[in-house]
């Protein structure tokens, strides 16, 4: 009873429910939404946005934001494309992680120098740096869109399984790199929930004087959260571009504000201290499937536009109440003892 | 071994050239609960600083548990037993009271691995120390202040603490309160800890302490037994003044009621409250949080409009259903909390006082501020209500309590009002200002302001007003004379259950 009792209050719950409901409208006007081949589709455009959430949830928690993490996927992805095409390269694919890694950690690296050491605001730093690693990719490395190296491509191509369906005579492919999604999802669960580095970030978003009364070292968790933003972000530049088969160097930029609503729909708190995983997932998806399954429904996708931001609106307007509304309680139940 | 937990010797300590202690003294015994008083400024936060290892003294030596020191670090004064609780109690609002209660223990052991499984229990262990019933899951950010506070405690427990500071630790708390949180002192004292309460409220200082300290611009006035103490004395200990309490006389009471409420009610807040505001008269309101004063208050400043019942203003029944309305009948309110309701605190001071007054203030056609003359009106308040500041381009918050209540004021003193409504208007003030602020009514009393006080701080009321109205459960339950009551028979009829 209790526990159905706090399952009613979670925001995670509402999105889910949102979901279904969606789903089964889909459903009902085209029989369309529960197909193999449409779950397919849907998963495999959830991969990007969803492994950049991972990142920039770990920001909000932490008290800030960050809004350069598909720049620095789109210069770490272009970057290593360039070097890798220049030498001809034909090993293996993970030599291309570690260098969109690497790269997104030297870009991650200036943003939590920025913001640990000097104390800059978090939004003015990343939209600063961002604009510096866009103008570096469009004038240092002049960016055009680029094919990618056989590796990538061959790994891009791989699937997992391929699901059918008869009536469209369609086929849709599960992206291997989904398995790299799920595994960045465990190693990110991992850190925020069962290391004190990750209880620090949510201890530091929360009250940061408190944080470092208890003893955290606020300076690291900072660097830690910048740091891993930019690893994060080197790899899903990457596995944007095999997904994609090529290289395009500027059409990430844009998405950063999608996820970082997807993240806020899905529970986190802007003000920080508070979120969780499965609530930034069930964001990324229910986002996901307003822009890719309204289509079914026969309507056309300038309506997806109004309707992504009517439920921002909604679901952020939802939690945001539902914040008042406990707080008025309080105010009663204090005024009552 | 000494009997003493705490010495602190010739303590100096200055700020760039600011002395913030000049050669302080505090000695506290195993077990003894002290209270350290002073105003704001007088060096007390400096002082805790110091004993726990934040500041390092200029001159002067700390002494704990026998040991001598010279400086000390945070670390080492835990490990001596020194655990201070914040005014902010230094919690994390969106964890569960669990890891409130452990993440400090698990970090002062180096663990970089949570389980949850031990977070337990030493959330468990905390709790039982003083007997405290919480749900552990619970996020903290959904407790009562109170319970906020019974967490810092714990947590300050678990780490063997043996004196233990609380720096203002009733400012936020109910009278209630206040009493469950004296009961868990006392245990704690009980176990031999000892308590350095850090309070400048008199009735506390009288209630729990056995020796006090206090300290004015960072020296020692007095230190002693609290039973040695009094009213006068103490007041004059922390402000160097001497003050005169005597009761408020009202001077021309005549004619009409300026204000008069007849059969006010709303729903759960109050009902069928009826009185009438004299000029020149000070009226209180006393009772119990959830009482319906707040309410009450609220409803005749617009912001919470009545829903049935009449209020007149100098005879004329009014309607007030915004604050609009109620400044256009000249009533005026000054909120219990006024960080978030009366001021804006980042902005200057200046600012914060002309800005009621702005239509007046500025060019007619266009609506340009007339700056010469908004320097003239700034500079006369600052006057006129001696608000301690040189340079009113400040912003508010640098000031202290008193002073910020005194910016409040003066915001409505130049508007034209007929009824000042004013919520606990000295809560966490210091108590010189106190008296300013009560000295500043009495003669806008006098010059024929209707102001009515709604309070729980009965002593205030008692010295303050000419008639005080007690509230319970949402009405008007008994009018009395100040003059023929105490304060405990007034506490009696605000608190009686019968």
């Known amino acids: ?337 | 071994m000494s009997d003493y937990i705490l010495r602190v010797e010739n303590v100096k300590k200055s700020f760039g050239g600011v002395k913030a202690l000049k050669g302080v003294n505090l000695e506290i015994k195993k077990g003894e609960i002290h209270c350290l008083a002073g105003e704001n400024g007088c060096g007390k936060s400096t002082l805790i600083k110091v004993i726990s290892g934040f500041y390092t003294a200029d001159e002067g030596t700390i002494e704990l548990n026998g040991k001598k020191y010279a400086r000390i670090t945070p670390a080492e004064a835990i490990r001596q037993g020194v655990q201070v609780i914040y005014q902010d109690f230094s919690i994390f609002p969106s964890l569960t009271v669990m890891e409130n209660l452990a993440l400090n223990m698990e970090l002062m052991n180096k663990r970089k691995i949570v389980s949850y499984k031990r977070f337990r229990r030493i959330a468990e262990e905390a709790v039982s120390k003083i007997g405290f019933k919480v749900d552990l899951d619970e996020l903290v950010e959904n407790l009562t202040v109170a319970d906020k506070q019974l967490i810092a405690i714990c947590r300050a427990l678990l780490s063997n603490a043996k004196l233990i500071i609380m720096d203002e630790p009733t400012t936020a708390l109910t009278k209630k309160e206040v009493k469950a949180l004296f009961s868990v002192i006392k245990g704690l004292q009980a176990q031999g800890i000892a308590i350095l309460f850090v309070s400048h409220k008199l009735d506390e200082v009288f209630e729990i302490s056995e020796r006090f300290t206090i300290l004015r611009n960072g020296e020692n006035v007095a230190t002693g037994n609290t039973g040695e103490l009094d009213r006068a004395k103490f007041a004059f200990y922390m402000t160097g003044r001497e003050f005169n309490e005597e009761p408020f006389e009202p001077k021309n009471i005549a004619g009409e009621p300026v204000l008069e409420v007849r059969s006010l009610s709303l729903k759960n807040g109050y009902r069928d409250v009826s009185f009438k505001l004299y000029r020149g008269e000070i009226l209180g309101i006393t009772g119990l949080l959830g009482s319906g004063r707040t309410e009450l208050a609220l409803s005749l400043f617009g912001i919470y409009p009545a829903e049935s019942g009449e209020i007149r203003i100098n005879g004329k029944p009014v309607r007030i259903k915004s604050v609009k309305d109620a400044m256009k009948n000249g009533i005026g309110y000054v909120p219990s909390d006024r960080l978030t309701e009366g001021l804006f605190l980042p902005q200057s001071i200046s600012r914060n006082i002309v800005v009621s007054k702005l239509d007046r203030l500025s060019t007619k056609k266009m609506g340009f501020l007339k700056n010469k003359e908004i320097a003239a009106e700034v500079e006369k308040w600052i006057q006129d209500l001696s608000i301690a500041t040189n340079d009113a381009a400040r912003p508010v918050q640098t000031l202290s309590g008193g002073n910020q209540q005194k910016v409040v004021l003066s915001r409505w003193l130049a508007t034209e009002l007929s009824v000042l409504i004013l919520n606990g208007p000295t809560v966490g003030v210091d108590i010189g200002s106190k008296y300013d602020i009560h000295a500043i009514l009495r003669s806008l009393a006098a010059k024929g302001l209707a102001i009515l006080i709604i309070s729980d701080d009965l002593p205030e009321v008692l010295f303050n007003c000419n008639r005080v109205l007690i509230m319970r459960n949402g009405s008007i339950v008994n009018e009395i004379n100040p003059r023929e009551t105490t304060e405990k028979q007034l506490a009696e009829m605000a608190t009686d259950v019968s």
């Open chain 1, 1 to 337: 009873m209790l526990k159905a009792k706090k399952l009613f209050k979670r925001t995670e719950f509402y999105i889910l429910l949102t979901i279904i409901v969606l789903g089964i409208l889909i459903q009902a006007r085209s029989g369309q939404f529960f197909t193999g081949n449409n779950l397919v589709d849907l998963t495999r455009s959830m991969v990007v946005p969803a492994m950049f959430a991972i990142g920039a949830q770990m920001v909000i928690i932490s008290g800030g934001i960050d809004v350069s993490f598909t720049a620095i996927a789109s210069l770490a992805m272009y970057a290593t494309t360039r070097i890798l095409l220049d030498i001809n390269y034909q090993g293996s694919v993970l030599l291309a992680y570690a260098m969109g890694a690497f790269f997104g950690l030297l870009m991650g690296v200036l943003n939590a120098i920025l913001i640990a050491r000097f104390k800059f605001p978090t939004l003015i730093v990343t939209l600063g740096t961002s604009s510096i690693f866009i103008g570096i990719m469009q004038g240092v490395l002049g960016a055009h869109e680029l094919p990618i190296a056989d590796p990538m491509t061959a790994y891009g191509k791989a699937k997992l399984f391929s699901a059918y369906n008869d009536q469209l005579k369609l086929s849709s492919d599960m992206p291997v790199t989904v398995l790299l999604l799920i595994a960045l999802l465990i190693i990110a669960f991992f850190i925020m929930r069962y290391t004190m580095l990750g209880r620090g970030i949510y201890a530091v978003g929360g009250d940061e004087v408190s944080a470092q009364r208890a003893g955290f070292n606020v300076f690291a968790i900072h660097v830690f959260v910048y740091c891993f933003v930019g690893v994060v972000a080197g790899i899903t530049g990457i596995t944007r571009a095999c997904m994609m088969l090529n290289c395009h160097p500027t059409n990430l930029i844009g998405m950063e504000l999608t996820v970082i609503a997807a993240v806020v729909l899905g529970g986190t708190r802007v003000t920080g201290g508070s979120g969780t995983l499965t609530g930034a997932m069930l964001g990324v998806a229910l986002m996901t499937v307003m822009s890719n399954s309204l289509i079914l429904l026969g309507i056309p996708t300038y309506w997806q536009k109004v309707f992504t931001g009517a439920i921002i609106l909604i679901g952020t307007g939802v939690s945001a109440y539902q914040v008042i509304r406990s707080k008025r309680r309080l105010v009663t139940t204090q005024k009552g003892a």
